[in-house]
């Protein structure tokens, strides 16, 4: 079996470290690894498969120096519109994590459960986007219901970890939960979101475009279009809630025809990474507690609408930093191994 070598933009980083694990855990084929970031991590050692790596600072000539087969690059959308296409031009193929990518026209946005054929358009640019982690988790959800039963509408909001905003997000939480059992709450300034995070929501995610949606927003609804191929209406509404990992989302689909809960359980059940979890009377339900450091998105609370037979009203979630981001790229590298891989 062939191995590659892997480079890792931003390996130090919550989603460069699950990068690493993911790609251990599903025993992807690796020979070398080349992880990379800025130069205040450089120096930093890694762990992988039992062995020791060194973290190199990135720079416009780190891959002419390695002969990289998949770039995987977390680092932020300015660092890959910057080195991305150098990674490319060197001969790899670009997994980025970024949005900077995803909307571009010859650009795939992937998700593999939903959409791997796209993975053949990675030769016009070398390059593959994963989406926005909120979408990732509904799409694995609306493309089975809608090849099943057609979907014309769908209504999110969603209710979305620190983990969101990376390592610093997460430890600015920590931080507070502990300044508030100290009663010193009031010494914690913000610095990573808009308000204080604990014990509060924060109904604003990213900036707030002219028509008063925020780029997280618009983020899903252009997403979800180009990943599934077709022009569903899509709203949604992203809050930042003070769960520390994994993602949750509520979701309400506008079928075409009538659909009952029991056909629409069905049809998830045999979806692909995703996991019905849906007993409510045994008070088996989604949660973050149970999605973290998982690989699948669990998905319960399905019921039909008290007024529409044509619309179903979800809850599911899923792991912002895996689902959302690390397995998502690692999968997209497993599709293009099987078939593109020269």
């Not at 416009?60 to 990674?87: C, Q, T, Y």
């Not at 689909?253 to 045994?282: C, G, N, Q, T």
């Amino acid at each position: 079996m062939r191995k590659y070598n892997i480079a890792v933009v931003g390996a130090t980083g919550a989603v460069g470290e699950e990068i690493f694990n993911v790609l251990a855990e599903l025993d992807f084929p690796v020979a070398d690894v080349l992880p990379l970031a800025s130069s205040k991590s450089a120096g930093e050692k890694i762990e992988f498969k039992g062995k020791s790596y060194v973290v190199k600072e990135l720079t416009e000539s780190s891959f002419e120096e390695a002969d990289i087969d998949i770039a995987f690059f977390s680092a932020g959308g300015s660092v890959s519109a910057k080195f991305a296409p150098l990674a490319a031009q060197s001969g790899a193929v670009v997994i980025d994590n970024t949005s900077h990518f995803r909307m571009d026209a010859d650009v795939p946005l992937v998700v593999p459960e939903c959409n791997p054929e796209d993975i053949a358009m990675w030769r016009e640019r070398g390059i593959i986007a994963n989406p926005n982690c909120s979408t990732i988790q509904m799409v694995q959800l609306l493309k089975p219901l809608d090849d099943a039963f057609g979907i014309r509408r769908v209504d999110v909001a969603t209710y979305q970890a620190a983990s969101g905003a990376g390592k610093e997000g997460m430890e600015e939480l920590v931080v507070q939960m502990q300044k508030f059992f100290e009663f010193k709450l009031d010494e914690c300034e913000p610095k990573v979101f808009a308000h204080q995070l604990a014990l509060n929501l924060i109904p604003h995610i990213d900036v707030f475009k002219e028509n008063d949606y925020t780029k997280e927003e618009m983020k899903m609804v252009n997403e979800t279009r180009k990943i599934l191929h077709k022009d569903i209406e899509v709203s949604a509404t992203c809050v930042r809630v003070p769960v520390l990992r994994s993602h949750s989302e509520a979701i309400t689909i506008h079928f075409e025809r009538p659909v009952r809960a029991d056909e629409a359980k069905a049809v998830l059940a045999k979806a692909p990474s995703v996991v019905l979890y849906d007993e409510p009377s045994e008070k088996k339900y989604p949660m973050p507690l149970i999605s973290s450091d998982t690989n699948d998105t669990y998905v319960g609370r399905i019921r039909s609408d008290n007024f529409d037979e044509r619309i179903l009203h979800l809850f599911c979630a899923a792991d912002q930093i895996r689902v959302g981001a690390a397995t998502n790229a690692v999968r997209i590298a497993i599709k293009w191994a099987e078939k593109y891989a020269e």
